[in-house]
């Protein structure tokens, strides 16, 4: 396995495979990598013949109160686990090699609608920096196929718009969630939690399997997700929110509709923020 920080070396080696008629996966990832990225690097080598894995803290992705300076930086880890997992390039640029004008001084993309709401409410911004550094990414690495991990589920439609918009010649893939045995979802930000707050965390996804449940039984949907919402806080949760939405856009179901939608928590722990989603079919 290789790895490369500059845009140069990573076209030079692209471009190599390209002319022996490989086709080439891409898995972009913010490095601190666990058995979740790994789950997307096996599914991106069962679907091509190369997979190129991004190691990148995007600055422009985080708010000014958010963790980007406690985010981890575990580069020689990462690279230990991409190999096992048979990833033939590591690409692992710094800040200039992504924003030559500086982040500040960055063009920035904005996806309309969907970004609008959930997430994008709460994380103003957040979707334009994370938006702007895929694309950027798909322009340099220029991947057949890109994998992304459903758990961040609004993130993953967001790339896809932005990939049908732009028509990007990249196909997007949505990988399931890996959970632990308890039904918390693989997340760098886990380690975060003291002992006794990752006793209570499995209660997210315990409360999105009651979400789908629940309506699946007819129960009216604000309904549902008010009692969510309580649920989580009498735990010790601060739900940001605890919705469902149409799966195909994160638009709000009309009443009495059952098929197609997905529930969605984003709660703080303590100092954590956990998100998690659950699509009902």
């Not at 679907?47 to 992705?61: H, I, K």
């Not at 690495?141 to 790339?159: E, R, S, T």
């Not at 308890?182 to 399997?209: F, H, K, M, V, W």
């Not at 789908?212 to 039984?217: A, Q």
Request: with cysteine; aromatic share 6%.
């Amino acid at each position: 396995m290789q790895t490369v920080q500059d845009a140069a070396a990573l076209r030079a080696v692209i471009r190599g495979w390209r002319s022996q008629g490989q086709t080439v996966g891409f898995v972009p990832t913010m490095g601190n990598l666990h058995a979740g990225h790994h789950s997307l690097i096996k599914l991106a080598r069962a679907r091509t013949d190369r997979v190129v894995a991004s190691v990148f803290v995007n600055p422009t992705q985080f708010g000014p109160n958010e963790d980007f300076d406690r985010y981890p930086r575990t580069l020689v880890q990462d690279q230990a686990g991409l190999a096992d997992q048979q990833c033939d390039l590591v690409f692992a640029p710094d800040v200039a090699t992504m924003y030559p004008f500086g982040p500040a001084g960055s063009v920035s993309l904005h996806v309309p609608e969907v970004t609008d709401t959930l997430e994008g409410a709460h994380r103003p911004g957040h979707f334009d920096g994370v938006a702007t550094v895929v694309c950027k990414l798909f322009n340099l690495v220029q991947p057949d196929v890109a994998v992304f991990g459903q758990k961040d589920y609004q993130q993953l439609k967001v790339i896809e718009r932005m990939v049908r918009d732009l028509a990007l010649p990249v196909k997007v893939m949505g990988a399931p969630t890996l959970r632990a045995d308890d039904g918390l979802a693989l997340s760098s930000r886990n380690q975060y939690l003291s002992p006794a707050e990752r006793e209570l965390a499995p209660q997210i996804y315990a409360t999105l399997q009651q979400m789908r449940e629940l309506v699946g039984k007819g129960h009216a949907v604000k309904v549902v997700e008010q009692a969510a919402a309580s649920k989580l806080a009498r735990t010790g949760f601060e739900p940001d929110y605890a919705v469902i939405r149409r799966a195909e856009d994160l638009s709000e179901p009309a009443e009495g509709e059952r098929e197609g939608l997905v529930a969605l928590i984003a709660a703080r722990l303590g100092s954590t923020r956990l998100i998690d989603n659950l699509p009902f079919d």
